[in-house]
């Protein structure tokens, strides 16, 4: 009996039936397409962010110094646009310092929104302490380029402390110019106020410190010949020249023009101010005394000058008695053998 080799059965596919088999790299190709993909999103938007970014304009009132801020760049300035300017190119990632164009001002006074925010307290020729309150008024240099440059090199690189005393830029907003004045103004300010307020007297600036000057209510009367107004005019006058002359020199650039200073207001110290109201209130007392002795000086020389026209006229002095007497009067007996009767 023959026997055949015994065939051996080829082993089935352990996979599961049914379940197709998975394609090895499907997932990698879906990766690198999605990488594909935000790769030209963000080659087509950046670009085009940066391209819009470095364009600007000014408005009518701010002059705009532009400096280089590219990665490849220094970051000396590029170029200063003027105001109304229209749509200008300023070169990819430049930074933007925009200034103020139109007139502006430094308030010397106590209130919250000034930009000392005290009165400046000086003392003046007679030693009288006095706290002044004013306006100073400038025109910013801004038609001059190489002006504009060197203020932006000297003061739009730093910092200078607001009034919540943070730091702030001085082309960031009303809020960092006012701090770049009070930082580098403020001194010079007090320092022009003091020489000039200390030229002239007290009384020169307010009238009535005559009064608390003098003892007696006579002396005290104020001078009717003064001319308050054309002191305060002086006064000003004088803190124009001398601002506008020590400014430059302080700034190191003529940034500030055409500054006008317009005092406000001119306050006494309270022993002062005391001083004046009880002088005041004297010589009020005295002047009312002279009035009642000028009544009294006329109402006697009329009666003189009545009795005078009666002694004249005796007759005229009975109708005038006659004419003083009362409503309802029937009869009037002045003397023996004289006598009026009157309708009831």
């Known amino acids: 009996m023959s026997t055949r080799p015994r065939q051996e059965k080829p082993m089935s596919d352990p ?34 962010v940066a391209l819009a970014a470095g364009f600007t304009k000014a408005d009518g009132g ?28 300023t070169g990819l990632f430049s930074k933007s310092h ?31 302490l006095v706290g002044v309150e004013g306006t100073f008024y400038f025109d910013v240099n801004y038609a001059d380029e190489k002006v504009m440059r060197d203020f932006d090199d000297k003061y ?62 006579q002396a005290a009367a104020i001078d009717p010949n003064a001319n308050g107004n054309l002191t305060i005019n002086q006064v000003q006058d004088a803190v124009n020249k001398a601002f506008t002359s020590d400014v430059d020199t302080v700034l190191g650039v003529p940034i500030l023009v055409h500054p006008r200073f317009v005092l406000s207001k001119v306050d006494l110290p309270q ?44 007759t005229c002095a009975q109708i005038d008695i006659l004419k003083s007497l009362p409503s309802g009067l029937t009869t009037y007996a002045p003397g023996a053998g004289f006598a009026v009767t009157g309708n009831p």
């Open 98 to 128: 925009p200034y103020p164009s139109t007139q502006r001002n430094f308030k010397v006074s106590g209130a919250k929104n000034a930009d000392s925010n005290e009165v400046i307290n000086v003392p003046t020729k007679d030693g009288v």
């Open 156 to 217: 739009g690189t730093r910092t200078y402390p607001d009034t919540d005393g943070s730091a702030t830029y001085a082309w960031d907003g009303d809020d960092g110019w006012s701090a770049f004045l009070e930082f580098t103004l403020g001194n010079l300010v007090q320092n022009v106020l003091r020489q000039e307020i200390g030229n002239v007297e007290c009384a020169d600036l307010v009238a009535s410190c005559s009064l608390a000057a003098n003892s007696s209510a």
């Open 271 to 314: 022993n002062v101010q005391e001083a004046i109201n009880q002088a005041q209130a004297a010589f009020a007392g005295v002047t009312e005394s002279q009035a009642a002795l000028q009544r009294a000086q006329v109402d006697a020389q009329a009666d003189a000058a009545r009795q005078s026209g009666y002694d004249a006229c005796p």
């Open 15 to 48: 996979s599961p039936v049914g379940l197709p088999s998975r394609r090895p790299g499907r997932g990698r190709r879906r990766l690198i397409g999605a990488v594909a993909v935000l790769v030209v999103v963000l080659g087509a938007v950046v670009p085009g």
């Open 62 to 89: 701010h002059v705009i110094v532009v400096r280089n801020g590219g990665p490849f760049d220094d970051n000396s300035i590029r170029q200063v646009i003027q105001p109304n300017s229209g749509l200008t190119a």
